[in-house]
């Protein structure tokens, strides 16, 4: 059986407004250990892994008809830097990225809507009765159903930001998802429901259910969009907290 880390890279300038459309299936690897994943990133400029916060028209953008945009199979696997978009979703509730194995990390992605929506409804990340995902510093918005949907047990959700979902942070498990320095605002319904946040004191909302309420202010919630806080933000800009992962 092959074994190692398998990685998969996206690099180079995309033409703004270009998208690739098929659909991603992370299956067949038989991923059991750090030692032994799959790693698929995008290198198309540095600040991608690092901060999603804003959108460049040239950035790879990973666009299908219908979701799941990506479905990850394997454990231990890695996706870090993707933008992900769905068109149309086919069903009432259609993920984005959904992860149907343990010990799956997604980090520093950028999931959005694109056009259409009118069949169903957006899930942004989501694991479904799988345990110890960790899904941290993503920028989500506009999913009209949840931007993370967390049922598995003994998760971690920390630095995301999550703006104008149904739901913010959807654990519906009895609170086994840890939520830690997340920042969600203009949920619909509300920002954080049943997430543990036990012994945390960093998670941002604006309805009361998270940690510390207000309204923080983003550099741009128009196209093209921004979501990294403003310089007059003085809700959320100083708070600093920077678990181990």
């Known amino acids: 059986a092959l074994s190692g880390v398998l990685e998969g890279k996206i690099s180079g300038t995309w033409t703004a407004g270009a998208t690739d459309t098929v659909q991603v299936n992370v299956t067949g690897y038989t991923g059991n250990s750090t030692a032994n994943r799959v790693w698929i990133y995008c290198a198309t400029d540095g600040a991608a892994h690092d901060n ?16 799941p945009a ?35 990390t997604v980090r520093d992605c950028v999931v959005f809507p694109g056009v259409g929506g009118s069949n169903g409804a957006w899930r942004g990340i989501a694991n479904v009765f799988v345990a ?58 509300t920002d954080y429901f049943q997430v543990d946040l036990a012994g945390t004191a960093t998670n941002v909302d604006d309805d009361g259910s998270g940690d510390i309420t207000g309204n923080v202010a ?13 310089s007059s933000d003085t809700v959320a800009i100083d708070l600093k907290l920077d678990p181990s992962y």
Request: charged fraction near 10%; proline fraction near 4%; aromatic fraction near 12%.
């Open 132 to 189: 110890n995902n960790k899904f941290f510093n993503n920028v989500i918005f506009g999913c009209s159903d949840n931007g993370i949907w967390a049922i598995g047990g003994n998760g971690m959700m920390w630095n995301n930001t999550i703006i104008r979902c149904n739901y913010g942070i959807n654990s519906n498990n009895t609170n086994q998802t840890q939520g830690i320095n997340n920042l969600v605002q203009e949920s619909v319904t």
């Open 52 to 67: 999603p916060g804003n959108l460049p028209g040239t950035h790879y953008r990973l666009s299908p008809a219908s979701g």
């Open 218 to 230: 983003f550099v741009s919630e128009v196209s093209p969009f921004d979501y990294h806080l403003a």
């Open 70 to 104: 990506i479905t990850i199979s394997e454990e231990y696997t890695i996706l870090q830097g993707l933008w992900v978009q769905l068109r149309d979703p086919s069903t009432y509730t259609t993920y984005v990225i959904n992860s149907s194995a343990a010990d799956v």
